[in-house]
């Protein structure tokens, strides 16, 4: 089995859809001597998301790669990039408390989140992301190996330097592909919003190369 240091920083970009409907035009008319009119609210939907979330973030697992993880020095608490350190390849990893989307909405329909990565893992060498940079929602149950679903790269067009302006989707009909849904919520939320947090799980080849690797992972939030 192939082994060496090869440290990701695996950045989170937030690309989070600001719906403002055109209000419906104001009805009148006169039933029997009165004024009848009504009127519609305009959906919005603000969101914000979170790196490294809660304390005890950062990455866990490795077992047997005779290197104890630790979260390389752009992650912080509530802030920074994702960035799993120095790992070794052919071992799996467990990201703790990764990212945390909060959103709110008036849309009675609730909202889609949707996630996908704005390229392939960069670095002097390239590396797939599907497959290797995995999301699910944190629980303290958690584990390198529990199920966990891939992130994949975007059809869309990539904004910025490797997307780090977010990711461009009106060549595919303005909303990413449902393959890349990470959490539907309903409803309308209260003031504070609702929030999900998710863990990524980190899953390398014996034939990764050794590298610095980084990723834009793009959260786009659309009203239901």
Request: charge should be neutral.
């Given at each position: ?98 990212a945390q989307v909060n959103v709110i909405t008036n849309d009675p329909s609730g909202f889609v989140v949707y996630a ?109």
């Amino acid at each position: 089995m192939e082994r060496g240091a090869l440290k990701h920083r695996l950045s989170i970009s937030v690309l989070a859809a600001l719906l403002a409907f055109a209000p419906g035009a104001a009805f009148a008319g006169s039933v029997m001597g009165s004024a009848q009119v009504t009127w519609k609210i305009p959906p919005s939907v603000k969101a914000t998301v979170t790196p490294n979330y809660a304390s005890g973030f950062g990455p866990t697992g490795g077992l047997g790669s005779g290197q104890t993880p630790a979260a390389g020095p752009g992650a912080a608490l509530g802030s920074g990039t994702v960035d799993f350190g120095k790992v070794v390849v052919g071992y799996a990893y467990l990201y703790k408390y990764a990212a945390q989307v909060n959103v709110i909405t008036n849309d009675p329909s609730g909202f889609v989140v949707y996630a996908e990565g704005a390229t392939d893992l960069n670095g002097t060498t390239n590396w797939p992301l599907a497959n290797t940079l995995l999301w699910l929602p944190s629980a303290s149950s958690n584990n390198p190996f529990s199920p966990a679903t891939t992130f994949n790269k975007t059809g869309g067009n990539p904004i910025g330097v490797n997307g780090s302006g977010g990711i461009d989707y009106s060549g595919m009909g303005g909303t990413p592909p449902a393959s890349a849904i990470v959490w539907n919520y309903p409803t309308a939320t209260g003031g504070g919003g609702q929030s999900q947090g998710w863990d990524y799980e980190l899953q390398l080849s014996g034939a990764a190369p050794l590298n610095v690797l980084n990723v834009y992972i793009v959260y786009t939030v659309i009203g239901n």
